[in-house]
């Protein structure tokens, strides 16, 4: 089993994916700049777990708009 992601990265990931969406991809990276440049995070750590989340629910998005089909 994974690591449990607390309120303090979901909260602001899912507000980032929910204003920031047409900006925001499945690569960890360019969420990753994305992240710093929108929620300015206190520590590289922080902005690297939120970018990580982001990503995680982009590609949970994708994979629904492809089941759809």
Same mark, same amino acid.
């Given at each position: 089993?994974?690591?449990?992601?607390? @309120?303090?990265?979901?909260?602001?990931?899912?507000?980032?994916?929910?204003?920031?969406?047409?900006?925001?991809? @499945?690569?960890?990276?360019?969420?990753?700049?994305?992240?710093?440049?929108?929620?300015?995070?206190?520590?590289?750590?922080?902005?690297?777990?939120?970018?990580?989340?982001? @990503?995680?629910?982009?590609?949970?998005?994708?994979?629904?708009?492809?089941?759809?089909?």
């Amino acid at each position: 089993m994974g690591k449990v992601r607390p @309120t303090y990265v979901k909260r602001p990931a899912r507000e980032i994916v929910e204003k920031y969406e047409e900006y925001l991809t @499945t690569d960890f990276e360019h969420n990753k700049k994305v992240v710093e440049i929108v929620a300015e995070p206190k520590t590289k750590r922080l902005r690297n777990l939120i970018a990580g989340y982001v @990503t995680h629910l982009m590609a949970l998005k994708e994979k629904e708009r492809e089941s759809e089909e």
